[in-house]
């Protein structure tokens, strides 16, 4: 399964809320998407599995949405530490992941 | 406090070999499949290989299969992946990541990385 995530870069300003979009190339349970963030230098960060439901210690600022082909994380207000890379992933048989979208103040 | 540990990264030449390794603590390892992952410079993510807790079962990623092993010792609570015939495109960071209980192929925990450079 081949994900595609738009855009690439998102430039936001702290406060507003920011929508972004992974598309697979063909349908697959939503209760395998993932969607992880990494900030310059970091290890990724689980955020959301089954595609809608918060790792633990997650803020409920993010949440995530979708089914089928078509799915989004959406952060309500932007902090700070929001701005950062995001990937979405298929987590069935020989996962893959996005290309990433870039999160920029 | 779960933690992961890579170590062994550095610099190879091309058609070269180098071991990873990745020491885990914080968590009943043997029950977690473990998996490597690797990003290339500027790039996105890309699975590796993953490991059941046990080490009976093992998977790799097409463009892995036959040059890079993985294995882990449960009374180390460290997982290797010994990687063989190296190309410069495997020039990457090299993060092991823990598969959650329920999911092989869901990672909840991530450590810091180690960097491989292939050189030709």
């Known amino acids: 399964v081949v994900l595609t995530q738009s855009p690439g870069t998102m430039s936001l300003s702290p406060g507003e809320r920011a929508s972004l979009s992974c598309r697979a190339s063909q349908s697959f349970s939503s209760s395998y998407l993932a969607w992880y963030q990494q900030r310059p230098g970091q290890a990724p960060r689980l955020l959301i599995y089954?595609?809608?439901t918060r790792a633990t210690g997650v803020p409920d600022r993010f949440s995530g949405s979708g089914s089928g082909t078509d799915f989004t994380l959406t952060i309500s207000r932007l902090e700070p530490e929001d701005f950062a890379v995001y990937f979405c992933?298929?987590?069935?048989?020989?996962?893959?992941f996005g290309q990433g979208t870039k999160l920029e103040i | 406090e779960v933690q992961v540990l890579e170590s062994g990264g550095g610099l190879v030449q091309r058609g070269g070999s180098l071991r990873l390794s990745c020491e885990a603590s914080?968590?009943?390892?043997?029950?977690?499949?473990m998996s490597w992952v690797r990003q290339a410079p500027g790039k996105g993510l890309e699975w590796v290989s993953v490991i059941s807790g046990s080490g009976g079962n093992t998977y790799y990623a097409d463009s892995m299969k036959g040059r890079f092993t993985i294995s882990r010792d449960n009374s180390k609570s460290t997982v290797y992946l010994q990687m063989n015939s190296l190309g410069v495109e495997d020039t990457a960071v090299y993060y092991c990541?823990?598969?959650?209980?329920?999911?092989?192929?869901?990672?909840?925990?991530w450590g810091q990385g180690t960097p491989v450079t292939v050189t030709s």
């Open positions: 990541a823990r598969g959650s209980g329920a999911w092989l192929y869901l990672f909840d925990y």
């Open positions: 089954g595609a809608s």
């Open positions: 992933q298929q987590y069935g048989m020989s996962p893959t």
């Open positions: 914080g968590f009943t390892f043997r029950s977690h499949a």
